[in-house]
Structures are given as C-alpha cells and as structure tokens.
C-alpha cells in the first residue's frame, strides 16, 4: 500500500487524505522526534527518552533502503515503520513502529501494520521479529504476533537497573 491512498474497502483512512509513502532522507530529525514523542506517550519520564534517543533515531541508511515508510495526512507525518533485515534473508526486524501521541487509537497502527505486513510479504520475508516496548506489546499481540521471550535492553532502567524487552515473532 507504500505511496497509494489509503482506505479502500472500508478501512481506516477511508476518504481522508491519509497516504503511505517511503521516507525521505531529510526526514530523518523529524521522524525521530515523533519516535520519541510516541517513547514518551507510556509515560516515560525525560532522562530515559534522552537515554533511549539513539536507539530511537531514524538513520539515513535505513531510510535509503526504502524500507521506512511513513503514513501521511494532509502534509502531516502520523506513523512510521522500519522494516530491517535480519541475520536470515527469509526474516525481518521491525525496528521502529510509532503512532504520533495525538493519534494513538485511531485505527493507525493497523494501517501500518497491514502495510508492513504486505511490504514484508512482496520482498518473500516469511518471519518478522519485533523487539517490543513492553507498553506495546498488546498491539502486536492483538496483531497475531506470538511472545517468545524477552531480551536485555540496551537502555538501562532507572538507577542503572537492567531492562528487558518482550520479544516476539509474526509468521508472514
């Protein structure tokens, strides 16, 4: 669905300007802030936004790959993806998934994830792992993915503790 009008057959966006498209390189700061505006939806307090920014930043590489693909209204950059390879040509790593704070729960998350899903299956991708933030691990369970264990955060939690983060598979 990348770079076509969303909504067809009654979906979300049905009729209201809402469109995918690949990222573009000069978005890059932008679309990091919104990764991070949507980190802090869960309640994050600052200091652990800040420790989380390099995770959290939209790299050129990766958006030069074609595999960053933004959900648009009206101008207005609401969602992103970014499907990453793994270490198996038949996986993926969904790496970045972020909803702007303001539009959470308005049936954007699964535009994107649909349109992931269809991008992952087009490249002949047959798994897809997602290292999730526990807050949203609901979504991803609610979108068929299946938990499968947890691993260490590279981002430690308040007082230098160990974090750990669910991690969980789709089958495509």
């Not at 699964?110 to 490249?123: G, H, I, M, N, P």
Request: charged letters at 25%; a positive charge.
């Amino acid at each position: 669905m990348s770079g076509q009008e969303s909504g067809s057959g009654g979906k979300p966006g049905q009729g209201s300007g809402r469109f995918l498209r690949p990222a573009a390189v000069r978005e890059c700061g932008a679309l990091t802030a919104l990764a991070l505006r949507s980190k802090a939806y869960w309640g994050y307090d600052p200091n652990f936004i800040q420790a989380c920014r390099d995770e959290l930043t939209i790299r050129p590489e990766h958006v030069k790959s074609g595999r960053v693909v933004v959900l648009v209204e009206e101008a207005t950059v609401l969602g992103l993806y970014a499907l990453l390879p793994e270490r198996r040509p038949e996986e993926a790593d969904v790496r970045h998934f972020f909803i702007e704070p303001a539009a959470i729960g308005h049936g954007l998350g699964r535009l994107l994830w649909d349109d992931l899903v269809a991008k992952a299956r087009s490249e002949g991708i047959k798994r897809l792992k997602i290292e999730s933030d526990p807050f949203a691990m609901g979504f991803y369970r609610a979108m068929g993915a299946t938990l499968a264990g947890k691993m260490r955060s590279p981002v430690k939690g308040p007082g230098g503790a160990d974090r750990y983060l669910p991690v969980l598979y789709y089958d495509v």
